[in-house]
């Protein structure tokens, strides 16, 4: 099987080695060469890699061009963005390789994982299929992609010619279905215990948002710190900005800028993540949960987390414990 390795300016080519270097343990373990890769390039030319900022890190040689590559499959990496309005302006910027998908012949298989998950929905690959995205993308997809069977509770999708998957790991549940269909169980038990592979989550957690938005933004992380030590019944408007030393209006404005949430409903997300975690993290029962956030009754905390995550407490904590 002659599998693709997609490389274009602004995607993480980190997961494009592992993927590769899984499978040649697998080619070694099962004694035959069943898969080969290729790096490919939408236009041949070669492509200088960063690691999410400005300056180049390496230049990765392209050994061939997408439109001639002659494929069974192609994986997509996804790119460097942590904010829906930034996928906006990359989908843009990416006509070129969205076009070149669209001419792939209908019988080449074509994998995206995290963000990339958003080219193959803009070149019409995965249309009237089921997909899923990373959570934060889920209202920017359903937004601009409506045409395809979004579930972004799943981690992994295989319909048809596509695989998709969430995260930027998301290249591990990719390698292990397509190991475990050529090589059978046998030979993925191996790689897994050989590798150290974890297993994959089968569902996803809806809070992985929260955790990217305070990354790379002052203003955000103090909101994030301030929210996590106030009671849920106490975070208003006017207390967080007279904190920040800000009006509530030029608060509300930054935060809705940096984000796209209103600054009430951020707010809300950060006490929900933090509640997640005590779910995921301790065996405290769900009541105490609530009271030791400040929520105002056990009945309400459960409403709002199933509101918003799709998961009520219990079946969270039962998806995602450790």
């Known amino acids: 099987m002659k599998i693709g390795l997609l490389i274009y300016p602004g995607c993480v080519v980190s997961g494009l080695f592992a993927f590769a270097e899984l ?13 080969t890769t290729q790096w490919v390039g ?7 890699i960063t690691t999410g900022g400005k300056a180049p890190v390496m230049t990765m040689k392209v050994e061939g061009v997408l439109s001639s590559a002659s494929l069974d499959a192609l994986l997509i990496p996804g790119f460097w963005t942590n904010h829906p309005r930034h996928v906006e302006r990359a989908i843009d910027a990416y006509q070129p390789l969205i076009s070149a998908l669209k001419k792939l012949p209908a019988t080449t298989q074509v ?38 069977n979004w579930s972004f509770s799943q981690t992994y999708t295989c319909e048809g010619q596509n695989r998709t998957a969430s995260g930027l790991n998301g290249y591990l549940p990719i390698a292990q279905a ?19 592979i974890p297993k994959p989550e089968k569902s996803a957690q809806p809070f992985t948002q929260i955790k990217l938005m305070k990354l790379d933004d002052k203003l955000l992380r103090g909101i994030y710190i301030w929210v996590e030590k106030t009671p849920a019944t106490e975070l208003t408007i006017s207390v967080l900005a007279k904190h920040l030393n800000q009006t509530e209006r030029t608060l509300a404005r930054k935060v809705k800028q940096a984000t796209d949430l209103s600054l009430a409903s951020f707010m809300r997300l950060i006490k929900l993540h ?20 400040g929520f105002s009754d056990d009945a309400a905390f459960r409403r709002t987390f199933k509101k918003v995550s799709t998961y009520t407490p219990s079946e969270y904590r039962q998806a995602f414990q450790r």
């Open 111 to 148: 994998w995206g994982y995290c963000t990339a998950v958003c080219v193959m929905a803009a070149s019409g690959r995965i249309d009237h299929q089921l997909a899923t995205a990373t959570w934060w993308l889920a209202d920017f997809v359903q937004n601009n992609y409506p045409t395809v």
């Open 178 to 196: 397509l190991i475990d269909e050529q090589c059978g169980q046998d030979v993925l038990r191996d790689i897994i215990e050989l590798m150290i």
């Open 42 to 48: 939408v236009d041949g030319k070669d492509v200088t």
């Open 274 to 293: 933090q509640a997640s975690e005590f779910l995921i993290y301790s065996r405290k029962p769900i009541n105490l949960i609530s009271d030791a956030l």
């Open 23 to 35: 499978l040649e343990v697998a080619n070694k373990r099962a004694g035959k060469p069943l898969f």
